[in-house]
């Protein structure tokens, strides 16, 4: 007998989440302001229209996607709705939910705020992706009324989805969020914005760095003016932080075009080090080590069935790929494939494809 | 008769390019201050190690690819050095080093300056490829009295070694790149250093957002002190208006957290649109339109060889990939690839995959 879940909102998380639970054997029932946005998620096999006449009854769960700031007033509807439900959100932000929540009078214990880490430049049903959650960090934050059977069933929804657990207060998660989430946004935007009064023949010389440190620029702007607004004061903070360290380089900059700069340079020196110190402690895709992969790199000629090739010795030869990143030359004769694999099948891997004759690179 | 071109500094450029040019046919002689890197580029294809008996005579062009903050001066011994020779450099910035040039009271006419835009986080001969320069921009700085024979020589090189020769003057070069390329690197650091202190759970929570946008912070700080030094005027003009826009979102943010906030809303959507706006700029790969490649996401089961027969299956079908991405879930039945096709063959993939019982992601 299957189990029913409510998911409040088909944006690009509920419409996934949906997806996720639907394939997992969940019974999953959806509602959204917009019919239109509801109905596509159906299409998209992330569950069925809610009706009042469920043949399941009340749903056992009920996710609330909705915008964050708006989580808090749908949450709190949603306890008052369904008595016996657990409610969960999964807004950004959780710490300013959770007080609404609570300054609201409902009996909280059966709210559990939560936060999968899984996102897209994107947003929308359209966008939605049934992994989206597959080995992402989701969070899962009690407050001191969440009853244990909320929390567990919170963890088991995350878990079934493919979502390693991460359980911390609101006001911790909100602080994290905005050193690792929140100030790297603002970061992409502001950099980017940099390049929009550009000269066109400036901006032919961007290269893979600039695109990668701009990729989520592209984000919903209203999405996030919520999410910033909605962690103002940690974001605030990290963000004090990050000018006193441009102030720091202007400064070091500016001594150096006067010809003076006695120091500027191990100002600029130690905003490096700094930075790659930090840099060093961000885990691999999945929560993996940082290096918890080696890639070989290996010549790929320009003509269709080569990759094909290539991944076919791979199989024969019994080793699987992690990841793999195809670049492409224009107009040359061939591209390079980075092929991550466990470090313990590097070598048997180089030494395979090398006896078949596949040009190593690197 | 093949030509000659002395490389004089074996790092990652010097290496990469003498790789590249004695695949071209070119005769490639190395020197380098450290007899061991020496070695290496040559142990690497790179070309030979210099003697003063080369068979064919002094370089027709000398390659200068030594530090930033030494290339004036190697620029200009080998103007001395060898009489008749075109000499270039490929420090990333280009002003300081024409000044130097210029004041040192050489002949500077057999001297134009440039950049290829191609660099990696990873320094070093042990770090060079053949194919760095493949599609990139490669900037060429001549200035007024640069004869037109060495702009041609210089261009040449540029164009034999795969790279898009763009040609601007030095001060133009120099501003577009510390917009580009040497303020995205502070940016990157930046946010990159503010995890340094963070408590592990909370770096715990890093997506790859973060992992984007600070990968460029694992660069060398010697190499990247040098550049920011050499370009600080321009860098710190760049760096003013990011702090201008940081010390809004930091006013709008502190607003919001005493209640107030009147326009911190629309101060934050504003700097968050600019970025949509800068970010659209940025050209593809290749310096491709910024939407030339269509997408099509395949699910991939997570077993040997299925990989391989999507590719076969794409090969029958006559399609060419310019690009792919694999993403791997942890412990999930199946990946996803991210196939990139010219947009005309976007359709016909699609229908193709799913017509060979391919599932399809999006």
Redesign the interface.
Known sequence: MSRHVRVVGTGLIGTSLGMALSAAGFHVTLEDPSPTACRLARDLGAGQLATDLDPLGPPEVVVVAAPPDVAAAVVVESLRRWPEAVVTDVASVKQTVLDDVLRSGVDASRYVGSHP???RERSGA??A???LF????W?VAPHEHSSPEAVRLVREIATVV?SAV?V?PAR??D???A???H??????????????D??E???????????????????D??L??QI??GN??A??E??????A???E??DA??S??VGE?EG??GA??R?????????????G????APTAYAVVSVLVP????S??????D???A???????????????P?G?AYISVVPAAAEPLAETLTSLGWQL??
Chains 1, 2 share one sequence.
């Open positions: 880490m899984a996102g359209a966008a992706r049934r992994d597959d080995g992402r960090a969070v493919g991460r911390m911790e998660h602080e994290a969020v050193a690792v989430s100030v790297p946004q603002v970061a992409a935007s502001v950099v980017a914005s940099c390049l929009r550009l000269p023949p400036a901006v032919g010389l961007a290269g893979q760095g600039l695109r990668d440190v701009t990729r989520i620029a592209a984000s702007p209203r996030w003016t910033l607004a103002a004061a974001v605030r990290v963000l004090l932080h990050v000018r360290q441009i102030d380089v202007v900059l500016g150096l075009t700069g500027a340079l600029l020196s905003m490096l080090e700094a930075g790659n110190l930090g840099q060093a402690r961000i885990p895709k999945h929560g993996a320009d003509e269709p069935g990759l094909a090739r290539l991944l076919t791979m199989g024969d019994g080793i699987n790929l992690e990841d793999m990143h195809l670049e492409h030359g224009l107009g040359q061939f390079v690179h690197d």
